[in-house]
């Protein structure tokens, strides 16, 4: 069995508390619309969000028709939304600079929007040897390739790397592809899981 040189990260749920929920409260409060409605038209419009396929201002124009209200008033809507909701667990961070000071090489993988992308690279972290997000690549988690890709940017087999997400489907694609696989629980509970899956080589 191959010795893991690299760990990738998830972004939302992992590195930082789910988003999700309080961005689309802002959003719906925003909107002024109900939120099992917003719900419906995000799922509808989000995937190719999501994959860069469409921009945020085409999002809104979809979204916003569907839901028979006016665009947002803010430029991006969204960003402002994620910038509100963004809570880092700051031990998770600790944990990746901890790894790259021990010699691994370290990803992160994230299916985010646009405006979430840009948001982090505003933030500067530099704790990350590669940078893959969804919007970006034009193909999400479970897809094959946006791990593939990953891989390859970090320079190491399947077997070599490590994810840690919070989605079981996501856990699965990596496992599809060869990579290693940790669901995210707690903080405390995941390093602990972590350090024993290093320690033993896997």
């Given at each position: ?39 419906r038209v995000r799922e509808t419009h989000y995937p190719a969000f999501l994959k860069g396929v469409i921009s945020e201002a085409e999002f809104w124009i979809r979204a916003c028709g569907d839901l028979g209200v006016p665009l947002p008033r803010v430029p991006s809507l969204w960003g402002e939304a994620f910038r509100r909701a963004y809570v880092p667990r700051k031990e998770m961070f600790d944990l990746v600079v901890l790894l ?103």
């Amino acid at each position: 069995m191959k010795t893991i040189q690299a760990v990738i990260f998830d972004w939302g749920g992992v590195l930082i508390e789910n988003p999700s929920p309080n961005l689309d409260l802002h959003c719906t409060k925003e909107l002024g619309v109900p939120e099992d409605a917003f719900a419906r038209v995000r799922e509808t419009h989000y995937p190719a969000f999501l994959k860069g396929v469409i921009s945020e201002a085409e999002f809104w124009i979809r979204a916003c028709g569907d839901l028979g209200v006016p665009l947002p008033r803010v430029p991006s809507l969204w960003g402002e939304a994620f910038r509100r909701a963004y809570v880092p667990r700051k031990e998770m961070f600790d944990l990746v600079v901890l790894l790259k000071a021990s010699g691994y090489r370290t990803a992160l993988l994230s299916n985010a929007e646009e405006p979430a992308a840009f948001y982090f690279k505003e933030l500067g972290y530099s704790m990350f040897d590669v940078l893959t997000f969804s919007c970006l690549e034009q193909t999400a988690k479970p897809e094959p390739e946006i791990y593939e890709r990953t891989l390859r940017r970090l320079g190491v087999a399947p077997a070599e790397a490590l994810l840690i997400d919070d989605r079981e489907e996501c856990l699965d694609g990596a496992w599809a592809v060869g990579i290693h696989a940790l669901l995210f629980t707690t903080a405390e509970d995941t390093i602990a899981s972590l350090k024993s899956c290093l320690s033993r080589g896997e």
